[in-house]
């Protein structure tokens, strides 16, 4: 299959060769369609991708797939990715929360790792920890029959917690305290302070799972707008029962209007653009094309609520 490079995540710079092992499927249906019968092994969180690149380096048969959440992180381990010369190594920068349901097929990976995640330990950043229940069900209904989860942490609550997860939602595991691994940056940390680690190692399991992203988009035919409107709904949040939307500024030019909108859907935050342009026959509101975007509800319900919220009379 081939990637669509994503060039809207980093500025353009003299490393900009880096940005071949940055992808975004803008161009291709979701899941991701594999058309090898190479292993797959994905890293959630890869950091500065000293962990990804020596694998890659090391198994030049396999394919490697990371996902990490800091655009810097991404940036730094594709410039490692492009010192090693790496031909297996994708890199998806996102919230591995939503992205792990909409990248891949039931059955299609043979190994997650997850290594060192930041455990979160305050009650109440506990939305913030990655492997809820629902999360486990989407990466582990994503490996292959014989697949299996690794996640290796410092931190025993945090393991009392994705255990207590794991065992709610039916999941096959085992638990077993380790030496930090000094594979990695943190775990070379912990053990020279004499911290020990833990892994959880899940197995495949066939959960019920749906993705949120689809191929359509709407837009918004009107045969007049209200300028004030406009100004109005730029600093406006709307809170409905399953997403999150808030309009941030207004762009104005000539017979167009640029509106910042950020969007929520059960935590996966999103900012984009949607323009407001003057046609022939009226008014079109739809999303811009400049800045990539998953199309999710809340990303198609914000359209439509400018629409309805800027319709002149």
Known sequence: MEYTQNFTNFKVSKSTKCLKYIFFPENEPLPLKFDDEKKRIVEIGFGNGETITRMAKARSDDLFIGIENSEISCFKTAKRALDLDLKNLILFHGDARFLIQ?????????????????????????????????????????????????????????????????????????????????????????NEMGRQSWSIIMESNEYQTSGKVSDWMPHVHLKDISLDKIDEIASKKFVENEFVIQFRGVFKGDDAYLLKTVSVDDGFVQTYYIIVKKEEMGWLAKLDEGIRVFKTPAVKRSIEIVGNFIAGD
């Open 102 to 190: 909409e990248i891949f097929e039931p059955f299609s990976i043979d190994l997650i790792l997850s290594f060192y995640p930041i455990p979160w330990p305050k009650n109440s950043h506990e939305k913030r920890r990655l492997f809820s229940k629902e999360f486990l069900k989407s990466a582990l209904s994503v490996l292959k029959k014989d697949g299996k989860f690794v996640i290796v942490t410092d931190d025993e609550d945090h393991v009392d917690w994705i255990v207590s997860n794991a065992s709610k939602i039916g999941a096959f595991f085992t638990k077993k305290e380790i030496m930090p691994l000094k594979a990695t940056k943190y775990g070379r940390k912990w």
